[in-house]
């Protein structure tokens, strides 16, 4: 009962103002329908968003939203990633397919010759499609169709079985697992409250960075190992040359100034590369 372009311009409405990368896909398509009418949007977690448009009320979101709100899909496809109700009735739903970035199988394949022990997609999207993705990016390891809330649980449980982790995420529903991580990389093109979240942002919105991120980190944290290594070891031998009653100025010098100059030069060599 509803034409398709009507049913379009109000998901794209509702959707406006959403960062999740299937609402964006919306409000691409509908191009300047989207422009068209006020709305009061309520964005829900991980299940789409409530409006009022026009004095209708609209909810947009998946399978989880409808069958929370009792919205009765019948006639509509069972496993389409966004639904659109309006006035309580389901009135469309959209299909639509994630694409892989272009570097996501060489960021892969490299995070695996880094050493990553292990690499698993968590996501709240469809299983099958999840699945697909992730076949494609060469990850075997998948969990579908979650909650922020189990996000954080199969966090807690991959850290627990195989040590410290790297979550990398871009939407609202990831911020709190980035905060838990040991390390959270938030992609630069995603919400703000990924960003926030985050301990490390990569500026360009592209996984291709996260490898050398990884590798940066590691050089970092070698050359502050032994600077402090280096440091010690020539204080130590200060002290020792001194208790046994050789202890020069220039001694002193080196171990204090000398050494701290000498750290500041070793730690310059990372702005080499």
Same mark, same amino acid.
């Given at each position: 009962?509803?034409?398709?372009?009507?049913?379009?311009?109000?998901?794209?409405?509702?959707?406006?103002?959403?960062?999740?990368?299937?609402?964006?896909?919306?409000?691409?398509?509908?191009?300047?329908?989207?422009?068209?009418?006020?709305?009061?949007?309520?964005?829900?977690?991980?299940?789409?968003?409530?409006?009022?448009?026009?004095?209708?009320?609209?909810?947009?979101?998946?399978?989880?939203?409808?069958?929370?709100?009792?919205?009765?899909?019948?006639?509509?496809?069972?496993?389409?990633?966004?639904?659109?109700?309006?006035?309580?009735?389901?009135?469309?739903?959209?299909?639509?397919?994630?694409?892989?970035?272009?570097?996501?199988?060489?960021?892969?394949?490299?995070?695996?010759?880094?050493?990553?022990?292990?690499?698993?997609?968590?996501?709240?999207?469809?299983?099958?499609?999840?699945?697909?993705?992730?076949?494609?990016?060469?990850?075997?390891?998948?969990?579908?169709?979650?909650?922020?809330?189990?996000?954080?649980?199969?966090?807690?449980?991959?850290?627990?079985?195989?040590?410290?982790?790297? @979550?990398?995420?871009?939407?609202?529903?990831?911020?709190?697992?980035?905060?838990?991580?040991?390390?959270?990389?938030?992609?630069?093109?995603?919400?703000?409250?990924?960003?926030?979240?985050?301990?490390?942002?990569?500026?360009?919105?592209?996984?291709?960075?996260?490898?050398?991120?990884?590798?940066?980190?590691?050089?970092?944290?070698?050359?502050?190992? @032994?600077?402090?290594?280096?440091?010690?070891?020539?204080?130590?031998?200060?002290?020792?040359?001194?208790?046994?009653?050789?202890?020069?100025?220039?001694?002193?010098?080196?171990?204090?100034?000398?050494?701290?100059?000498?750290?500041?030069?070793?730690?310059?060599?990372?702005?080499?590369?």
């Amino acid at each position: 009962g509803m034409e398709e372009k009507e049913a379009l311009r109000l998901a794209a409405i509702a959707e406006r103002y959403s960062a999740h990368p299937t609402a964006k896909a919306i409000v691409r398509l509908a191009g300047e329908l989207s422009e068209e009418g006020g709305t009061e949007v309520t964005e829900l977690p991980a299940m789409g968003v409530s409006a009022s448009i026009d004095g209708r009320a609209i909810l947009c979101g998946g399978r989880r939203l409808m069958d929370k709100e009792g919205i009765d899909i019948g006639g509509l496809p069972e496993d389409a990633p966004v639904y659109l109700a309006v006035d309580g009735k389901a009135a469309a739903a959209f299909e639509m397919a994630s694409v892989l970035q272009k570097d996501t199988v060489s960021t892969v394949r490299r995070l695996k010759e880094a050493g990553i022990v292990r690499i698993a997609m968590l996501t709240g999207d469809r299983k099958a499609e999840a699945e697909r993705i992730a076949a494609q990016a060469d990850i075997q390891e998948v969990h579908a169709e979650l909650l922020p809330g189990d996000k954080l649980e199969i966090l807690r449980k991959i850290r627990s079985e195989s040590g410290s982790t790297v @979550f990398v995420g871009d939407g609202v529903n990831d911020a709190p697992v980035l905060a838990e991580a040991d390390a959270g990389v938030a992609m630069g093109l995603g919400s703000s409250a990924a960003i926030e979240s985050g301990d490390v942002v990569l500026t360009a919105g592209s996984l291709g960075k996260l490898p050398d991120a990884i590798h940066l980190s590691r050089r970092v944290m070698g050359v502050v190992r @032994f600077n402090i290594v280096f440091a010690l070891a020539i204080k130590a031998a200060v002290l020792i040359l001194a208790a046994c009653g050789y202890a020069p100025m220039w001694a002193a010098v080196f171990a204090d100034v000398g050494v701290s100059v000498l750290s500041v030069l070793n730690a310059a060599r990372l702005l080499l590369k």
